[in-house]
């Protein structure tokens, strides 16, 4: 059954275009949103972001990326930052 379910989804994705692609897979990673308590600590200086059905991702430049409760776009550095999920 599971391959079945593979299958089907592989066919209707290769005969969809690079738009729809994109769109289906925006929808998919809205499901895997979640709620976020972001912490940056560097010696005196700590700084707080709660992140509520939004994500935190990153790349290999070493920076954590996400949108706050305020819609600011921010970035952290990974080594000085901690993320609880709630």
């Known amino acids: 059954m599971k391959l079945l ?6 066919i209707v ?5 690079q738009d729809k692609q994109n769109a289906l897979s925006r929808k ?3 499901f895997l949103d979640g709620n ?3 912490t940056y600590a560097n010696g005196s200086v700590t ?3 709660t992140i509520k059905n939004g994500k935190v ?3 290999d430049k070493g920076y954590y990326y996400f949108w ?3 819609k600011h776009y921010v970035q952290t550095p990974i080594e000085n930052t901690f ?3 709630f």
């Open 68 to 70: 706050d409760e305020k």
């Open 47 to 49: 700084k707080t972001w």
């Open 57 to 59: 991702t990153t790349t």
């Open 83 to 85: 993320i609880e999920e």
């Open 36 to 38: 976020y308590l972001v």
């Open 5 to 10: 379910t593979l299958l089907t989804i592989l």
């Open 13 to 17: 994705l290769t005969g969809c275009t």
């Open 28 to 30: 998919l990673i809205e």
